[in-house]
């Protein structure tokens, strides 16, 4: 028969993929397997509603046989088969899955249990072989076929013989180069580690005859024999009792599944009987994947019904704060046709989405009680998900959500959860808070330094949602936080309050000039007594504070918020017996220059930047040359 050539966009996607998309060159065999076990559902399914096909389920099977001679590798199923047009439309354009074209003309076939749903599985096979043979014999045709290809310049289809239906795929190995020995291929070890890695739980029993030596006892000679073997435990992994399954097995099911280079923080295993039934195998990854913090991020988990799966992301079974999980759900009560639009009112869906929930929120916090090592590993990569989804929940999951946060502790100097603050509370109502860009920023606030001078612990907030997300909180445990860069929070003692009020007073007129060169940029400037070596510090007031001001800033579009900024000064430091002479000795233009440069070192102290820094530099240094 006439060579025909593959399609145009068939002969450019075939290349690409054998040279790109997959490097991985052993998948070849579990995609071929996956077709011929589609073949098998196929053919089960067909015997079911047409009574003329009789099928015996227990014979239905998949054959693998190794020549090492002839180099060949066959795949043989006694599946569905393909009539020639079949072949020719399956086989020959890369794009048309005959899996779809399938599930479309059999409507009813709602039982039929199909994996392959892309269409360039079979190509994959030109990834080590030069030459591929199909022999096909449909169910619904008395004659075989023969497709052969070399899967660059085309294929030919011929009439062949062929005893039943079924299909027997032979890939002739390419050579060997330097840098490959395809002959690995023909080890029966590989291609049982092969078969075990990818295709463990397809149901029909994947066969091969393998030779085993043993010494004979009396001779002592080496004797081989050859026994058909079934390589698959077809038994999907999460199926499997915990018990049963090597941590590695999971480990290994889990960075071959979901594209990780390191193994799982943690594995979750859930076996559901009841309302719903269901078996789920659930991971915490190690670390945030590379777009984890993107709008191309997709949540979801596999869903798998009677072990085939149904849908790759299925993002309903998971809330959006818990979306770094992966895994698998196995139901029998979800219905195989099932889709993303009848998905979300689906009453199992949301049975299994609310226990999945509980479940990985259950386990975290074992994990933070129990292996508080790992957990602070998780809450690195996935805190911010967690405080986020707290933030964008208007607090609504904060019951659920607020024990598993971790702030830094001034006094524990490590993170700590806020349940174990308040532990340590005693009679405070206040929960101390302070923010910054790190630890060692924070540590040196003045309003900090205060409050650590008076025993309190702080909680150190380091991360741009941290105030964020108390705020939406509210309080936690009837306790309020309270950040101790507000104008609110004051520790001095009724005397001291009454005694720093009355210098404020006295020094009204002073404060009022300085007030007018500074303008519409502070709210207010007063002396206070909090300060121990500093000059200066900015408090803020209301509910925007001055980190929350470089956040909003910082954003997109983020509009001009401030901050209402209060400038304080040290009523004990020789800097405000200063200013009181000059504005005594009316020294206007002197009171003006000192205000500024106050002013500005008070903003560098907190973080923010200075609009104006060559006039406050020019300023400091004019002062130093007097
Ligand atoms: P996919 O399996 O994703 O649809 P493939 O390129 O692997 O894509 O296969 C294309 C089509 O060829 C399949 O959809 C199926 O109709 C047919 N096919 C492949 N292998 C077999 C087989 N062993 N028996 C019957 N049909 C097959």
Request: charged share 35%; proline share 2%; glycine share 4%.
């Amino acid at each position: 028969m006439k060579k025909k050539e593959f399609k145009a966009e068939s002969k450019k996607l075939l290349n690409m993929m054998i040279n790109s998309i997959y490097t991985n060159k052993e998948i070849f065999l579990r995609e071929l397997i996956s077709n011929s076990s589609d073949a098998l559902d196929k053919l089960y399914f067909l015997s079911s509603t047409n009574g003329e096909i009789k099928v015996n389920k227990e014979d239905l099977e998949i054959k693998l046989e190794l020549d090492k001679e002839n180099r060949t590798i066959k795949i043989i199923d006694n599946g569905i088969g393909m009539t020639k047009e079949e072949l020719e439309n399956n086989l020959g354009t890369i794009a048309k899955s005959g899996t779809e074209l399938f599930k479309e003309e059999n409507s009813d076939s709602k039982n039929l249990e199909i994996i392959g749903q892309f269409g360039v599985g079979f190509y994959s096979s030109f990834m080590i072989a030069k030459k591929v043979k199909v022999l096909s014999k449909s169910i619904n045709d008395d004659k075989a076929y023969l497709w052969e290809s070399d899967g660059v310049d085309g294929y030919t289809i011929d009439e062949s013989e062929k005893e039943s239906n079924g299909t027997e795929i032979t890939l002739y190995l390419k050579d060997n180069t330097d840098d490959v020995s395809y002959d690995e291929y023909l080890d029966t070890y590989t291609i049982e580690r092969i078969v075990k890695k990818y295709s463990d739980y397809i149901k029909y029993p994947i066969k091969m005859e393998i030779e085993h030596e043993h010494e004979d006892e009396k001779t002592k000679k080496i004797e081989k024999h050859k026994e058909v073997e079934v390589l698959n435990s077809r038994i999907p992994i999460w199926k499997k009792k915990q018990k049963d399954v090597k941590d590695e097995e999971y480990n290994d099911f889990y960075t071959d599944k979901f594209y990780d280079y390191e193994k799982p923080l943690k594995v979750i295993k859930s076996d559901v009987e009841g309302l719903t039934s269901y078996n789920a195998l659930l991971f915490i990854p190690s670390h945030a994947p590379y777009n984890y913090y993107t709008k191309e991020y997709e949540k979801g988990l596999m869903l798998y019904s009677k072990g085939v799966m149904i849908m790759d992301k299925c993002a309903d079974l998971l809330p959006d704060y818990f979306s770094f999980v992966k895994g698998i759900v196995d139901s029998e009560d979800i219905s195989l046709n099932i889709s993303r639009e009848t998905m979300q009112e689906d009453r199992q869906i949301k049975l299994i989405a609310k226990n999945i929930e509980t479940k990985v929120k259950r386990e975290l916090e074992t994990m933070l009680k129990d292996d508080r090592e790992n957990y602070e590993k998780f809450y690195e990569a996935f805190g911010e998900q967690i405080k986020y989804g707290i933030y964008s929940s208007f607090g609504m999951n904060k019951e659920l959500l607020g024990d598993l946060l971790l702030f830094y502790s001034s006094s524990e100097e490590k993170l700590v959860t806020l349940d174990e603050y308040v532990s340590r509370m005693g009679d405070d109502k206040l929960i101390y808070y302070a923010s910054g860009e790190t630890i060692d920023k924070i540590k040196m606030l003045p309003s900090v330094e205060d409050a650590l001078a008076k025993g309190k612990e702080v909680l150190f907030f380091t991360n741009y949602l941290d105030e964020f997300v108390i705020k939406t909180m509210g309080g936690y445990k009837e306790k309020n936080f309270v950040n101790v860069q507000n104008s609110d929070f004051d520790l001095s003692s009724e005397e001291e309050k009454k005694e720093l009020k009355k210098k404020n007073e006295d020094s009204k007129e002073l404060f009022t000039s300085m007030k007018e060169i500074l303008g519409d940029t502070v709210k207010e400037i007063r002396y206070t007594n909090k300060l121990k070596n500093h000059p200066v510090c900015l408090v803020s007031e209301g509910e925007v504070s001055l980190e929350m001001e470089k956040v909003l800033n910082a954003m997109p579009n983020g509009e001009n918020v401030q901050a209402n900024k209060i400038l304080e000064i040290n009523e004990n430091h020789p800097i405000s017996k200063k200013i009181q002479e000059l504005f005594e000795n009316r020294e206007m233009d002197e009171l003006k220059n000192y205000t500024k440069i106050l002013y500005g070192t008070a903003r560098l102290i907190e973080g923010l930047t200075i609009e104006n820094p060559t006039e406050i530099t020019n300023l400091i240094c004019d002062m130093m040359s007097k």
